[in-house]
């Protein structure tokens, strides 16, 4: 008999009188696609819910359900069809229950100075619109909310749902801008001490409590640290002499009020709009930076405590429970890459997780850019029952040149699908691109997502791989493909014309990164791009003076960069007086470092001992010519195709793997 390393992530526990299965929980995240036109649950809304109970979550979180149509004009909301709410509501918590699921519907009061038009508690300047004041709310405004949100807990208890999640003293939203004197310059009951600051939220809590009985478990989303220095300005260092916002400390002191108001459970994150990069962590911020701050929650409460944001190591969640220091894990971005993650965790399994990579690129930035939420590792999210891979019909052979991220998966696709497979590397490892941009400290997850890759290939009787092969058109011919799928990459730009560009001190991006040549302490990293300011960030960290040179207006203008990352690279570079030169050109690199033409076209010598080209990618040769006529269907994926990112990568090999 083997031991369960990871029996308490297993154990029940309580928020109120609902038990819980296990100790994980689905963050609430607006996907925005499982709210219909009356505010019910689409069936691609209730498909993605059901999934994730279907990968052994014990609780789920809805995102934040708007309320209020009186005061802020949202729509659709909960009440204006009930019924049709109702129905759906139903439907869901019917089939969760055929696993044991239950389910927390968010309930926002609003979203305040988020929102341009929107109400907050004083005049404020709005997000991202300065300029731009919003009207303060009066107390028959406040009180119309309040009465808006008991009544959706009521319909929420008649539709099934096991409880309520209150949205939120978190993300700067419209009661986190109540409790905060940042944002809470209300004279009245409403504004001025702490306690008149979380008037809004005792009420609430206590008139959901009479209308839904004592029973009726209420949790409520507490943003324990604001990590802001001012409107609109993040507090890059964390330190709290900065803090204009919350501090730990008053959070605590908060903790304790609102269990005494009624509160069954604290679901803790940190960050606002201001600071987004606390919001959504990327990467660039460790996992489990928030369990010393959840402790300290915990040790003043005596009700759950659960803490999300970049608690996506199975084991560091385990200890986690296991000392006290939090109930359960909130686990929203690794969720969507992998709704089985609780199965394979408790089944001992941790090798077939799919990583969260941490990018933001599927999720947040498509969420901000085109109003639904992706996963750049897992092309089925959001479509799990449509667009799912299907075993095929007519068994292929099909043969995959290169074994970077889009080869692997379409190998791994195709290969779930019954085709044989042979996966042709010229090399002698997987991964091609991965591995160098898995270096960073700071970006682990993305060779925890090749290994991933590795095993899932390793694993599959329908795959072949053949390494130390170099593919030629006489090769793939014998093999005699019903397919083939060319995903052969790309390679670091290195511009040919440069006077300097073959001097000792020149490096690759891709030669830095693998450590093929020496990198010193003094850098000029052409290239203000994602890859340029991700390798500027690791040296500044190892303490090596760096310089950018970007040719364009601004560094990180090029290409989609997903909010968060932008604000964070932008705020380290700021904190660590980093060399920004833009609008200029590396002319020539010599003995004495980089030569570089400023706007005006002047000439500056900046001393360095490397200089690093990171200015983009090109598609490797294609042999899709050479292959016309071997009677195959002939696909082209990935970065050989057109140079992206993993994300597009691994949907381009997932779109033609899938259907071929």
């Known amino acids: 008999m083997t031991t369960n390393q990871y029996e308490n992530l297993g154990r029940p526990f309580n928020i109120g009188k609902v038990t819980i299965k296990n100790r994980f929980a689905v963050a609430p995240m607006d996907t925005g696609f499982y709210e219909g036109e009356h505010g019910e649950y689409t069936n691609d809304g209730i498909e993605y819910f059901v999934r994730r109970a279907q990968g052994g979550f014990g609780l789920i979180y809805s995102w934040g359900h708007a309320t209020d149509s009186m005061v802020d004009k949202n729509s659709p909301t909960m009440l204006q069809h009930p019924m049709v709410f109702q129905r759906a509501g139903r439907e869901l918590n019917a089939r969760l229950e055929a696993y044991g699921t239950k389910m927390f519907i968010q309930l926002a009061f609003g979203l305040g100075r988020n929102v341009p038009g929107f109400h907050a508690p004083s005049e404020l300047p709005t997000v991202g619109q300065p300029d731009v004041l919003t009207k303060a709310l009066t107390k028959e405004q406040i009180h119309q909310k309040i009465d808006q949100m008991i009544k959706c807990a009521a319909l929420a208890k008649a539709s099934g749902f096991a409880g309520v999640e209150v949205h939120a003293l978190h993300w700067g939203h419209l009661l986190d801008e109540f409790a905060m004197t940042l944002t809470n310059k209300r004279t009245d009951e409403y504004g001025g001490s702490l306690e008149n600051r979380l008037r809004v939220v005792r009420e609430i809590v206590e008139g959901i409590k009479k209308e839904c009985g004592q029973d009726f478990p209420v949790s409520i989303r507490l943003g324990l640290r604001t990590f802001v220095k001012d409107f609109g300005k993040a507090s890059f260092t964390g330190d709290e002499s900065e803090e204009a916002g919350r501090t730990l400390a008053e959070s605590i002191e908060i903790a304790k009020l609102l269990e005494a108001y009624g509160y069954d459970c604290l679901s803790v994150d940190t960050g606002t709009l201001d600071s987004f990069y606390y919001c959504c962590p990327p990467s660039y911020i ?50 969507i890459a992998d709704p089985d993650f609780p199965n394979k965790v408790l089944s001992g399994h941790t090798e077939k997780i799919r ?161 093929n040549k020496e990198v010193g302490e003094q850098i000029v990293i052409v290239g203000g791009g994602l890859v340029g300011c991700e390798m500027a960030l690791e040296y500044i960290h190892e303490g090596k003076q760096v310089t950018i040179v970007e040719a364009l207006d601004n560094i990180l203008s090029a290409g989609e960069v997903p909010f968060g990352n932008k604000q964070m690279l932008l705020d380290a570079f700021d904190h660590y007086q980093t060399r920004l030169m833009c609008g200029c050109r590396l002319s020539e690199v010599n003995d004495e470092g980089a030569v570089v033409t400023l706007p005006g076209g002047e000439v500056q010598t900046i001393q360095a001992d490397t200089v690093i080209m990171s200015v983009g990618f090109r598609p490797l040769p294609s042999m899709r010519e050479q292959l016309k006529g071997i009677g195959a269907e002939i696909y082209e994926v990935g970065d050989g195709n057109k140079v992206g990112s993993i994300m597009t990568s691994i949907w381009q090999a997932y779109e033609v793997a899938h259907a071929i």
């Open 286 to 335: 460790p996992r489990g930076y928030m369990v010393e701050m959840a402790e300290a929650v915990k040790k003043a409460v005596n009700i759950p405590v659960l803490v999300g944001s970049r608690m996506n190591d199975p084991k560091m969640a385990e200890a986690g429970i296991r000392d006290g220091k939090f109930d359960a894990i909130v686990l929203g971005r690794p969720s």
């Open 355 to 515: 990583p969260c990579i941490g990018c933001n690129s599927g999720c947040i930035h498509r969420y901000f850019t085109a109003g639904y939420v992706a996963c750049a590792v897992n092309p089925e999210m959001g479509r799990s029952v449509t667009y799912r891979a299907l075993p095929a019909l007519v068994k292929k052979n099909i043969v995959i040149v290169g074994g970077g991220v889009a080869g692997m998966e379409a190998a791994r696709t195709a290969g779930m699908r019954g085709h044989h497979v042979i996966l042709i590397e010229k090399s002698d490892t997987l991964g091609g691109n991965l591995l160098p941009a898995g270096k960073h400290d700071f970006k682990r997850e993305v060779l925890e997502l090749n290994e991933w890759y590795k095993q899932e290939l390793a694993v599959n009787p329908n795959v072949e791989i053949r390494m130390n092969t170099e593919a030629t058109p006489e090769l793939i011919a014998g093999l005699h493909p019903d397919a083939v799928i060319l995903a052969v990459g790309s390679s670091a730009v290195m511009p040919g014309r440069l006077k300097g560009i073959d001097h000792a001190k020149t490096l690759s991006c891709i030669d830095a990164l693998v450590g």
